[in-house]
């Protein structure tokens, strides 16, 4: 089956066709580097990386390009109040987003363009919208004149005048319309600047993003992504000033996740109500983190409980010591690859076309814009049926070798999803460390019967000291990492 992708574009589920038969480009919008990213920004990184993945293993030679902004108003705020260099505040913050996306599994760009190393670039297609008659200057700030580009707005469906009225954007006598958006900044006293035909500045957002996607990925590619908010203003913008520049087609897939929410509202820096991806990588697997975001699809808000958190770290686990028990069992037998094999059991038969119609279900699912939701359900059915499997016992090379189908199946939608976790040695110290816990909380709640609660706290603040907090629930005590 072919591939299926919702288009923000044509806002249906398109097939998708690539532009050059040698390369799928995809550029994914980076994060600012001024502090440490929440998970709300980690979903993108977490959900494209899945669809990237996806892709190359669907045979797709993917060059996956995201930028880094590495200077901007956040940024330069920062530098001033630590009384530092911007760059040493995006240095500081590129190295933590490298840290983090690999506790989150995330598999590094091809490319990752930063801003200030592309200052030329932005200069000389800002140059061209001006020779085009697409941009002006006012007040040592440069502009888009959206009047002149017919299209504007396509995107995000909405109609020119409505986006006037919705008036959310500041009245600003500099510019002719007040659609116009920014491409060149005046630099004000004390910021950081760059030389450039209209007077020391430095690029606008937008701009920046138009500039570092053609020149990895040529001016048309295929996927350009990022979270929903990003679809108006600036991935309309981002169409604007290519389209604008080249005359022909830019990104021809947008791709737009969903908002992370808490307790009810958009996790964002600027409500205050953000966890880093840092803290949550302290206390939760990375498996865990990502069963958690794939669970929903990547379009569909997501909201974050503790509890939720707490179940998929449950499910790895799970998940984790199946996949090691079968592995084992299987020993190095070799998987059944043939297409109408013959088996002695009826078990056996029975088995093998449970686990091609789960290999094949899953994935017309993914097939499907992405629906890893069902994939991972399907993931736990095939891991059901195999422990059903395997706990009818196994006897023979016939039996270890559909242990070793069933442990290939689910490598290969692992190399997309990433949820399964190899490290043997992670799964045991886990276990072995509940099982240690378990027999003290036991013994704290046989004190507690007893009426001797000076042992019974004893022990719950010996547990605090390393590290555990223990929680009475309606069930029974429960304990988890502090933070
Ligand atoms: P920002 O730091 O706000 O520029 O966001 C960086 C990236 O994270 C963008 O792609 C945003 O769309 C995305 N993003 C920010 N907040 C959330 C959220 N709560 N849920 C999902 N994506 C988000
Ligand atoms: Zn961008």
Redesign the pocket.
Known sequence: MAIHVFNTLTRKKEVYEPVRADMTGFY?????VYDY??I??A??FIVFDVIRRYLIYRGYNVRYVMNLTDIDDKIIRRANEEGVSTDVIAQRYINAFFEDIQKLGVRPADVYPRATQHVQDIIDLIQKLFDRGFAYESGGDVFFDVSKFPNYARLSGKKIDELMSGARIAVDERKRNPLDFVLWKASKPGEPKWESPWGPGRPGWHIECSVMSMKYLGDTFDFHA?????IFPHHENEIAQSQAATGGDFAHYWLH?????IHGE????SLGNFITARQLAERYRTAAIRLFFLQKHYRSP?DFTEEAMDAASASVVRLATSYQRFAEAAGDAAPILEPEPRFSSEAATSFWHALEALRREALELMDDDFNTPAVTGKIFDLVRETNRFFERGIQNEEDRRLLATARSVLDEFDSFMGIIERTAAATVEAEKIDRIVQILLQLRQRFRQEKNYALADEIRAQLGEAGVVVEDTPKGPVWRWKN
């Open positions: 994914v919008c980076g994060p600012t990213f929440h709300g920004n979903r993108p990022g979270g929903m908010d990003l996740n969903g908002f992370l929410d958009k996790m964002a820096k997501i």
